[in-house]
């Protein structure tokens, strides 16, 4: 299948419905993997984005099989720099299977975006960038999970200032597909570290060398190797050191250099052991450099839902082989195509001609000393330039000074800025050591002169991120999205689910710590799981009066009623005789339930023979019985000498006593 045709397939889902839960609502992006569209969860009235993967992976049993896999293994990644991962599931429904994963949706652009519309990043936005990158990477490594295919692309900028990474796992997935072979790389040619190249294998120093790329890109504007053909820069990859990104900036610090160095060492050896360790790296060079982190910006001008349909994939498949005339269409995408085999005696000669050849290196160390001075040449004339706009605005009155805010808060900052007739815009995030209300950076920064009227950034702290209310019974990925949100990391614990009476299965009773609880950024929080309701077994109280038998159902958890009398021979009059739910049966302690109660009605016939025939004839009456009374000679004083039924026998109510008189 073409590119030219499989956009018309994707473009065709709009307005389907996904195993009649997720509603296809627009087309955000295409690519030779999978077709990207804004959809809506109608079960929980969310939006979402669906990644809809391409035909012919949809068809490949183990490309399914590994795909669900990977997915499970992302779901279960929650970490505020991460895409979270919803669902994954296959439409059978809807022209033939449509195998795709429900995602968050970040409103906002990619990394290309933001590339493609400012160029070179500053210094200060492209760590900024970088270190929730990282961040995202570290947590994936310590999952056991590797990215493989870390781009501007799979880098998602919210309109929050928030940086997240996409797409865990579908390379690897894509890999197991019988579409490809040991003999084909699959990945995103421009970011593809030598190891992919040569070997296809990939641990966490795969990702770094990606992203020291991204790093290198994000500083110069470009990617460090472009080509005519896909192989060709795979090559460079093999067979190149990535130059300094200083060669094409040089007013970037030689501190700099070596982080990106660092990161794109041809031999996996020789880079740090993992995300984590060279997040730590940056951050140190950062505080040494005395750079403070700032806002990453989504472009003004950018609509991302139209941007990205319109502006062509940003990943797509290519040919095994790539014609060569064919060219490699920008950095952006991810291929498949062979991996290059090179003989080991074309290598030595390879390397042998390279190092008999040292004019070849003095044209080319020259070519470099003119690109470096026609840099210092450039920069002199910019630097020119602003001395004399300086000096005009000095000589005109218009220049000021940024002042001193950081630390302060924040209406005394917009106070002071507005004196210094500059304008305040205040961007707000979480910070573990500054207070709430309190100017963390400002940029311009202070001391800095700018003309007046200029607005100056303010990032004011929300102070250490706060539990979230989470609402008793919402579903538990309502609850991790809400926790990232807060920049909190979401756990979960099957050891501290609970029983509850209304609460569902599977959906929410509480978060531990509770909301409200200010914690350091990215601590975790417990999502406490309902078991649903308690299984519970009916005490049994047959035989028990009716007031021991209400006490004994109401200190189980039960509401009991008075369901019937009847009678019973063998039970008392008020005694139980059963219950219903019978007793020792097991039920769901929902809510408080109903247990009806049958009490026995039966009358224990009195020893009559105590009594004269007029007290007898009353206390039948009172007890509901009749009362036959035989004598040989009628007298009111006659005295009972026989009964039947005897004395103690449990009868009917209205039952009929026989007695004898004399």
Known sequence: MTSETRPGRGAGLVGAMLERRYRVESLIARGGMSTVYRGLDTRLDRPVALKVMDPQYSGDRSFVDRFELEARSAAR???????????????????????YLVMQLVEGCTLRDLIRDQGALPLPLALSVLEPVLSALAAAHRAGMVHRDIKPENVLIGRDGSVKVADFGLVRAAASAGTTSGSVILGTVAYLSPEQVTTGAADPRTDLYSAGIVLYEML??????????????????????VP????????????????VLRATRREPEQRPVGAEAFLADVRRTRQDLGIELVPVPV????????????DGPPTDQFPAVPPAHSPSGGPQGTRAMQRPVVPEEDRTQEIAAVRAAPDTRHHAQRRRGSRVFAAWAGAIVVLAALVGLTAWWLGTGSSVEVPRVVGQPEDVAVKVLEEAQLKATVTREH????????????????????????EVRLVVSLGRPKVPDIAEGASVEEAQSALMDAKLRPALDSTRDQYHPSVPEGKVISVDPGPGTALEISSPVTIIVSKGPQPVDVP?????????????????????YEASTQFDADVAAGHVISTDPAGGSTVLLTGTPRVGVVVSNA??????????????KEEAARLGLQLQVTQLFPREDAVIF????????KVQPGSSIQVTAI
Not at 244 to 259: F, G, H, K, R, T
Not at 642 to 649: A, L
Request: aromatic share 6%.
């Open 642 to 649: 026989g009964q039947y039924p005897f004395p103690g026998s």
């Open 220 to 241: 110069t504007g470009r990617p460090p190797y472009v080509g005519d053909t896909a192989l060709s820069v795979a090559y460079r990859h093999v067979n190149d050191d």
């Open 299 to 310: 472009p003004a001008s950018e609509d991302p839902t139209a941007q990205l349909a319109v």
């Open 77 to 99: 990644l929650h970490h505020p720099d991460v895409v979270a991962v919803y669902d994954q599931g296959v439409d059978r429904e809807i022209d033939g299977d449509q195998v």
């Open 540 to 560: 049994d109280v047959r035989g028990q009066s009716k007031e021991d038998a209400f006490a004994a159902l109401r200190n189980a958890g039960f509401e009991p």
């Open 603 to 616: 009358v224990t016939v009195p020893d009559f023979g105590r009594y004269s025939v007029q007290q007898a």
């Open 244 to 259: 300094a990104p200083s060669e094409q900036v040089p007013e970037l610090p030689p501190a700099i250099d070596d982080l």
């Open 431 to 454: 910070d573990n050591s500054v207070a709430e209300g309190t100017v963390i950076s400002s940029s311009p920064q202070e001391g800095r002169q700018t003309v007046t009227g200029t």
